[in-house]
C-alpha cells in the first residue's frame, strides 16, 4: 500500500528509559505503517518492545526521538486527551470495566469523558451491543456478572463507541480461553473491515496474529519482519 494513504505513521520511533540497573532501549528506529480497513498484529517476546509501542500510539507518552504521525499530523503537536477522546479506543487483557456499573452505564461513560453526543442512547448502546453479539438484556446487567467473553465484548463496544478511528487492543485475548479469543479477534477483525476501524492488536499467540490482515515482529525494540 502507498504509505502517503495510511491513517497513522511510526517514523524512527526511539523511547528508552532508565531502571535502577540501567537503561531500556524499548523501541529503536521502529518505523511502520497503518491503514483504515485493516487490521494489525505487533508480536514478539515479553520486552520486545511492543506494549510500548501501543503506548506510544495512545499518546500516553512521548518518543525520544522519531514521530509519529496521523492523517499526516505529527502527534507530538496534539493535546494527547483531545486526541485519544477522538481518534482511540482501547480495549485491555483485563477489560478495565467499572464493576460498579451495569454494561450500559460503561458504554455511556466512555461516550460521556469523549464528548460523544448522539439522538437516542438507549437505542445506539443496544446497537453497539448488537454488533458485538450481545443482545439487548445485557444493557442493564452489571458487568461483574457476566463471563471473561462477554465482558471483553463489552470492552469493545465501549471502545468503538465514540466512533474513534484508531482501535488498540493490548493481549485482548490473554484472559479467555481459546473459543472466546477467536471469537473477539474475529470480532476485531469485522470492526476494521464492516466499519473501516484501523485495528492495531498486541498479541503473543501467533495463531491469533495470523487472523489479522498484515503481521508486525518486534525484537529487542526493532521491527525485524512483516508477515
Do not use: W
Not at 66 to 82: R, Y
Not at 93 to 110: D, G, K, M
Not at 144 to 168: K, N, P, W, Y
Not at 216 to 223: D, E, I, S, V
Amino acid at each position: 500500500m502507498n504509505n502517503e494513504s495510511a491513517l497513522l505513521s511510526v517514523r524512527h520511533a526511539v523511547y528508552d528509559y532508565r531502571t535502577k540497573a540501567e537503561t531500556v532501549h524499548a523501541l529503536r528506529d521502529v518505523s511502520l505503517d497503518f491503514h483504515a480497513g485493516m487490521m494489525y498484529a505487533v508480536v514478539g517476546r515479553s520486552g520486545s518492545g511492543k506494549s510500548t509501542l501501543l503506548s506510544m500510539i495512545a499518546g500516553f507518552d512521548r518518543l525520544k526521538a522519531g514521530e509519529i504521525l496521523v492523517n499526516g499530523e505529527n502527534l507530538s503537536k496534539m493535546d494527547p486527551e483531545t486526541y485519544r477522546r477522538k481518534h482511540v479506543g482501547m480495549v485491555f487483557q483485563a477489560y478495565h470495566l467499572i464493576p460498579q456499573l451495569t454494561v450500559s452505564e460503561n458504554i455511556r461513560l466512555a461516550m460521556e469523558i469523549a464528548g460523544y453526543v448522539c439522538n437516542d442512547v438507549h437505542s445506539y448502546v443496544n446497537t453497539l451491543l448488537e454488533k458485538v453479539g450481545l443482545d439487548a438484556s445485557y444493557a442493564k446487567k452489571r458487568v461483574t456478572r457476566l463471563s471473561g467473553g462477554e465482558q471483553q465484548r463489552v470492552a469493545v463496544a465501549r471502545a468503538v463507541s465514540t466512533h474513534a478511528d484508531i482501535l488498540l487492543a493490548d493481549e485482548p485475548t490473554g484472559n479467555l480461553d481459546d473459543e472466546n479469543a477467536e471469537m473477539i479477534v474475529d470480532l476485531l477483525y469485522r470492526m476494521a473491515h464492516e466499519d473501516g476501524k484501523c485495528v492495531i492488536m498486541v498479541t503473543h499467540s501467533l495463531e491469533l496474529a495470523q487472523k489479522c490482515d498484515q503481521i508486525y515482529r518486534l525484537a529487542g525494540g526493532k521491527n525485524v519482519a512483516e508477515v
